[in-house]
């Protein structure tokens, strides 16, 4: 079956701007998490949603939304970038909301902040 | 101070060379264990869970333990094809079990 699918793959943005990115779990996964992953500080939970409302939230400014939608897709979005939020954004489905801990994780949208 | 410590950072074997990966966490409370295996440029792929102490979990090559403070993740005889980085998240119990991932050991495999 089709896994995690997340677009755009790639971006390059400039400071100030805002960016969406989305995220289509795996059919009949109603879990979604986002994780922000960079080399030094490793992978950050953001926040997960689960039948449309957000679950859980990590240690992350207001910048930094999501929603769900009633098929489950998902969006994240950041507002007034920083060259700090250049990371690689991944997504990841579950079954249940943060039980099991097993998570099927897209590729992932690598955001580039200029 | 970090809930998951992973080492070595990275990790150079031969074709063959069997080792093994540590992953130490401080939860009060352990419900979960999870390695990882994440390829570059690529999303984690879930290899294992483990939840309680003694517990071993197999595949392939690939071998996970679990102690109260640490799991290994034992490499034996490993391939080329094995060279990715290996992560280890923690689920603590109680609360909202957001698993807490460590920063991962770089494993690279020469033929």
């Known amino acids: 079956k089709a896994g995690v699918t997340q677009t755009p793959r790639y971006l390059i943005k400039t400071r100030g701007q805002q960016v969406t990115l989305s995220c289509s779990p795996i059919?009949?996964?109603?879990?979604v998490s986002w994780y922000q992953q960079t080399p030094g500080q490793g992978l950050q939970f953001l926040f997960e949603?689960?039948?449309?409302?957000?679950?859980n939230k990590g240690n992350f400014p207001g910048r930094f939304s999501g929603r769900q939608f009633s098929n489950s897709r998902s969006e994240m979005n950041v507002s007034t970038l920083e060259l700090g939020d250049s990371a690689l954004y991944l997504c990841?489905?579950?079954?249940?909301?943060?039980?099991?801990?097993?998570?099927?994780f897209g590729e992932g949208s690598r955001l580039t902040v200029l | 101070e970090d809930q998951v410590t992973q080492s070595p950072e990275a990790l150079r074997l031969q074709e063959g060379e069997s080792s093994s990966l540590n992953c130490s966490y401080t939860v009060s409370g352990l419900r979960g264990l999870f390695w990882y295996r994440q390829d570059p440029g690529k999303g984690p792929e879930f290899l294992f869970t483990l939840y309680s102490a003694g517990e071993e979990k197999e595949k392939e090559r690939l071998k996970a333990t679990l102690t109260k403070k640490e799991s290994f993740l034992h490499i034996t005889a490993p391939k080329p094809e094995d060279s990715a980085t290996y992560l280890c998240?923690?689920?603590?119990?109680?609360?909202?079990?957001?698993?807490?991932f460590g920063r991962g050991t770089s494993l690279i495999v020469h033929p």
């Open positions: 990841a489905s579950s079954l249940k909301v943060s039980g099991t801990g097993e998570l099927f």
């Open positions: 949603y689960f039948s449309e409302t957000q679950r």
């Open positions: 059919s009949g996964h109603r879990s």
């Open positions: 998240a923690v689920q603590e119990s109680g609360g909202s079990y957001i698993p807490t």
